[in-house]
């Protein structure tokens, strides 16, 4: 197989990394919205269910109520997160591999 010359690998790494970060920024800009929040547009908060156990003590750290939530909820942010993380392993990975001369 043929290898492009350094300067067409630079060029399209630079392309390649202007499309994923137009993407990451139309990604953000479609979830949070141009417009600013104010506090009359945010939602209600809703109090934590907290857990409490057989002796009378309470779980504070509201953990039974936040893993629900993400498998519920939030599971769709949950699974594009995992797969950028992915994405960043992978890429870190081939970024620091040593090139066989």
Request: hydrophobic share 50%; glycine share 6%.
């Amino acid at each position: 197989m043929e290898q492009l010359p350094s300067k067409s690998w630079n060029i399209i790494n630079l392309v390649t990394a202007l499309m994923l970060m137009a993407v990451l920024v139309f990604a953000i800009v479609s979830v949070v919205g141009l417009e600013p929040l104010v506090p009359s547009t945010l939602p209600e908060s809703v109090p934590i269910d907290y857990t409490v156990w057989e002796d009378g003590s309470k779980d504070a750290s509201g953990i039974e109520h936040v893993g629900g939530l993400l498998f519920t909820k939030y599971v769709i942010p949950f699974e594009v997160l995992a797969l950028i993380l992915l994405a960043a392993l992978l890429g870190s990975l081939y970024m620091a591999k040593k090139e066989d001369e």
